[in-house]
């Protein structure tokens, strides 16, 4: 079975119309009757993909998956441009470094300076006082 035939085969054992999916994916009816009605069954965007999985309450790799096939399908050109958006995305929201609400306390931490005495790196608080 390719996506397509997935696709119906799920949302009618569902009992569910094209426009409840629609309704469920938050897509437009047309769209996903275009989207259905397509010779080619490998023209779904990644994100529209994920949609319809969750919809269906499937996993995107169930949808894509031949029968029989244990690895990923080739994607389109457009497939591979949106997954690594969608990646890149998450990995940016992931290490978003959230400032802190007030800087107040940073402020008045005391701040030790140090400073290098010679060529062998040694280090020394300018607040301490020296041994000769």
């Known amino acids: 079975m390719n996506i397509t035939e997935k696709i119906q085969t799920l949302r009618k054992e569902k009992g569910w119309s094209i426009a409840r999916l629609a309704k469920e994916t938050d897509m437009p009816t047309v769209s996903l009757r275009v989207m259905l009605s397509r010779d080619d069954p490998n ?7 994920k949609k319809i999985a969750d919809a269906l309450g499937v996993t ?6 031949e029968e029989g096939e244990m690895e ?5 050109s457009t497939q591979c441009a949106e997954l690594k958006a969608v990646i890149a995305a998450a990995i940016d929201e992931y290490f978003t470094i959230k400032q802190p609400q007030s800087t107040a306390a940073l402020i ?3 701040f030790q300076q140090s400073t290098v005495v010679n060529d062998n790196d040694i280090v020394y608080n300018e607040n301490e006082e020296l041994e000769d």
């Open 43 to 49: 023209r779904y965007t990644v994100k529209n993909l």
């Open 60 to 65: 995107v790799s169930y949808l894509t998956l």
């Open 72 to 76: 990923s399908p080739a994607l389109t």
């Open 108 to 110: 008045n931490e005391p």
